[in-house]
């Protein structure tokens, strides 16, 4: 069980205020303020710092910030793991980002369970920052995820590495020649919404190039890929996803890939968890396990 005082440090951690915090754990915000001032003296360290009114962690509270939600996940996780030992079942707690839930890692998963008839899992699907914010709070042990991680914080492990590639209708004067991606700009783009790992490497693609998602003449956003092909077969703009999400589209011929000159993008799948978990090497092996339990995979579309 964690100190009580770390409880309240990590709440305060979530909104970096003391007043919200207090009332959020039914506590006077003095109590709080004496929880986080225990820590302090027991650790001979600031935690916090103000700059005007924002209350900021120092780079010391970052430490027990990060060291305390890995334990607190792990002691959860512990005596999930103790019960699980007088039912002889065993539950594990996944997170997948949209991408690769529906397109990448179902089959994976479905031979894993079948092997395992007394498995129990939860699968939570999201973008990379809502299953970043489930790892924190430990209602998930790891993720897979296609999005941008803070690596110091989480152990990773490549996946695999994916194409992320242009797509339009078959009808589309785009589907044949080869273009920069100035010569998209006058297309409706069809994107992702904000957060999702998806939409954060076509931003980063383009702010290298100068440029952003509002320089397209228009733009479609929503949370859900398949209505986003849907959409973008039936002409309503162009997209850009990974390859894996788009096989089988291009190999029917209902979505053709943009030819560019000037974006050549491969991006990682990585399965993460918190780093220093003293369940690392139970992580470790069912990465091992959906890595190598592949489904027959096919070939490239061009």
Known sequence: MLDFRIETFLEVCKDMNF??????????????????????????????????????????????????????????CLKEKMLETEKQK?????GLTFT????????????????????????????????LRELEEGSIDFALVEGNFPSDIYHHELYSRQRYIAVCAPDDPLAKGTFTIDQLLDNRLVIRE????????????LDMKGLGVDDF???????????????????CGITFLYQTAVDRELKEGRLCEISLTDMKIT?????????????????Q??????KTNGTEKTEDCK
């Open 100 to 131: 690769i839930a529906e397109f990448e890692v179902a089959g994976r998963i479905a031979r894993y369970l079948n092997q395992e008839k007394k498995i129990s899992m939860k699968l939570s699907v999201g973008n990379t920052r809502e299953l």
């Open 194 to 205: 904000a957060g999702s790992g998806t939409r954060n490497i076509m931003e980063h693609f």
């Open 90 to 94: 065993r539950a594990l707690k996944m």
């Open 217 to 235: 003449s228009a733009k479609i956003e929503t949370g859900n890929i398949n209505l986003i092909k849907q959409l973008v077969e039936y002409g």
């Open 267 to 283: 991006h990682d799948f990585t399965f993460i968890w918190r780093e220093d978990s003293i369940f690392h090497e139970d992580y």
């Open 285 to 290: 092996e069912i990465f091992q396990i959906l």
């Open 19 to 76: 007043t919200r915090t207090a009332r959020r754990l039914n506590l006077t915000q003095p109590a709080v303020s004496q929880h986080i001032k225990w820590l302090e003296e027991n650790y001979g360290t600031k935690l916090f710092t103000l700059h005007g009114k924002k209350l900021e962690l120092t780079p010391a509270g970052e430490l027990l910030k990060n060291s305390s939600a890995t334990m607190k996940h792990d002691i959860t």
